[in-house]
Structures are given as C-alpha cells and as structure tokens.
C-alpha cells in the first residue's frame, strides 16, 4: 500500500556533492517523521538525519554542518543535501519514514560513493 521510491545516489569525489529525494505514495496519513539511515559495509546501520513534520530536524554529528535535510508535505518527499562529502559517507543510503499506529517503511536503498 506504502511505495517509497529513492533517487539522487551516485559516485563523486570527495568533496562533490549529491541531493537524494524520497518520495512516499500509497495509504498515507500524516508522516510524522521523515528521514535518512545509511549502512557502510561493515557497519551497523545508523541514523543520518531526520525531521518531523513541524520542521524539527536533527543529524548524526559527523554530518552536521555539511548535510541538510528538508521535507515537502504537500508531495510527501523527503529530501537530504549533502556537500563536502568525505569517503566515510560512502554507504548504502535508506529513506524512513514513521506513520503513527503503523510499523516504520524504508526504501530501497541507494548508493553512494566518495572517491577519488
């Protein structure tokens, strides 16, 4: 019923930049939480960034100052900027999102490499 579909990934050098979108479709209420996870090889997943639907956002603090999350309602979309991106950034990308009384969604997934 809930589609999440993911673009924006790539490989740059480091340095470069990539804006990734998540557009939400489907059964859908009111998304209370949008928001990034990624998973380096290796690594356990972890939270990237997320905002409320009020527009409250928080970041991981390695990403602070370089990455920006933004939401649009209107389009259920959720989007993350990132600039100066750092090869520590290279992982596997997820959206989430949280609707009340419903378990989490994650998208896909999506790629993103930072090498030179």
């Known amino acids: 019923q809930v589609q999440l579909v993911e673009s924006g990934g790539g490989s740059v050098q480091p340095g470069g930049s990539l804006r990734l979108s998540c557009a939400a479709s489907?059964?859908?209420?009111?998304?209370?939480?949008m928001g990034w996870y990624r998973q380096a090889p290796g690594k356990e997943r972890e939270l990237v960034a997320d905002i409320f639907r009020g527009g409250i956002t928080r970041y991981t603090d390695s990403v602070k100052g370089r990455f920006t999350i933004s939401r649009d309602n209107a389009k259920n979309t959720v989007y993350l900027q990132m600039n100066s991106l750092q090869p520590e950034d290279t992982a596997v990308y997820y959206c989430?999102?949280?609707?009340?009384?419903?378990?989490?969604?994650w998208g896909q997934g999506t790629q993103v490499t930072v090498s030179s």
């Open positions: 989430h999102i949280a609707i009340p009384s419903h378990a989490p969604y």
């Open positions: 489907g059964s859908i209420g009111s998304i209370n939480l």
